[in-house]
């Protein structure tokens, strides 16, 4: 089987490049622009001409979306920008998938919810509540993705973080390393999710062929619940760096442009259920990642 990863040099698609290596799948690593040292077929999820053309050119079976506008904050200010790569470009996808019969594995987000205060975890079947400009336009995508047709799983995840990019772990190691005390909110709750592990979830489903008569959405995080707050503190202490004086803060004491969901824990009984996975705890992962990180310096 043929598969084409999008957003190859991002933290998930970085990480699916390392569990898919001994796959006996052809596995395209793309990404709009190279990155030094991996191999990257320069593919813009935005572009539909080029989109179908290395479909057909490479005789393409699948596809993992995991290209995004990330960058929350900045969405606020950039909406068309965001809309077209996270509400349009999946429509693209699915369409060059319905038309071929292929799969579309397509990742959205916790912040698909977080304009109703929830203290239940969300599931998959709960109406999407978006705040702010990036959890809008990626459940717009979600639906462009259902509206086209194609067979479709869509993985919501929260709190993603790796070895690889910017992310709140990295974040939090160097300013942990370099400041005497650190504000971090501990009025929003979720679940960190190691990429790595959502990357391995997606490589057996594709490996195990388990997708078959299993489409729809589903809810993937680390097993656990905190704040972040709570991820600071076991960040500093898992590394070492306890140099630090990590004090819980409210976010009104940190005003952003966007709106973050105050509880967007994810229910994953759907995935766990339907392709018989367990789920690591989130500090057993994160202990993991910190030590990765420690053997790359
Ligand atoms: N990060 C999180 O905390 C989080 C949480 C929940 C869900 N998610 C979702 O999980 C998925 C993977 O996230 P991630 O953290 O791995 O994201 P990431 O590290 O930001 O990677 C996304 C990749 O997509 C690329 N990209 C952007 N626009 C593109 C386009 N038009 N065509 C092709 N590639 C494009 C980006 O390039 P540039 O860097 O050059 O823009 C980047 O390499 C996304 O769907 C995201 O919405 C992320």
């Not at 950039?78 to 349009?88: A, F, H, P, Q, T």
């Not at 699915?94 to 599931?123: K, Q, W």
């Given at each position: ?20 290596k ?118 717009e ?46 009025d ?58 990590i004090?819980p ?49």
């Amino acid at each position: 089987m043929n598969i084409l990863v999008t957003g190859s040099n991002g933290q998930l698609g970085s990480e699916l490049r390392i569990v898919a290596k001994n796959s006996c799948d052809r596995y395209l690593f793309t990404d709009a622009v190279e990155l030094q040292g991996a191999e990257t077929v320069i593919l813009d999820i935005t572009d539909a001409e080029a989109v179908r053309a290395i479909v057909r050119e490479h005789d393409i079976h699948a596809v993992i979306n995991c290209a995004a506008y990330t960058d929350v904050e900045r969405a606020e200010d950039d909406i068309e920008r965001c809309r077209l790569i996270n509400g349009y470009a999946p429509g693209i996808l699915g369409a060059a998938m319905a038309e071929t019969g292929g799969l579309l594995v397509h990742i959205s987000t916790d912040y698909v919810f977080g304009a109703d205060p929830y203290n239940v975890p969300c599931r998959e079947d709960q109406e999407g509540t978006p705040a702010g400009v990036y959890g809008l336009t990626k459940l717009e995508g979600e639906k462009a993705v259902l509206a086209s047709g194609c067979d479709s799983i869509i993985i919501r995840t929260s709190w993603l973080y790796s070895e690889f990019g910017r992310n709140f772990v990295k974040t939090m190691l160097s300013l942990t390393a370099s400041r005497p005390v650190l504000d971090v909110v501990f009025d929003q709750a979720g679940t960190p999710t190691y990429a790595y592990d959502l990357a391995s979830v997606i490589y057996g489903i594709m490996e195990g062929r388990s997708y078959r008569g299993r489409t729809g959405i589903y809810h993937y995080s680390n097993e656990g619940v905190c704040s972040w707050y709570d991820f600071a503190k076991m960040i500093a202490e898992y590394s070492g760096q306890t140099g630090c004086d990590i004090r819980p803060c409210h976010s009104s004491e940190f005003p952003t442009r966007a709106v973050r969901p105050a509880y967007s824990v994810l229910d994953k009984t759907r995935i766990k259920e339907t392709f018989g996975i367990s789920v690591p705890y989130w500090t057993d992962s994160l202990k993991i990642c910190l030590g990765n990180l420690k053997k790359k310096i």
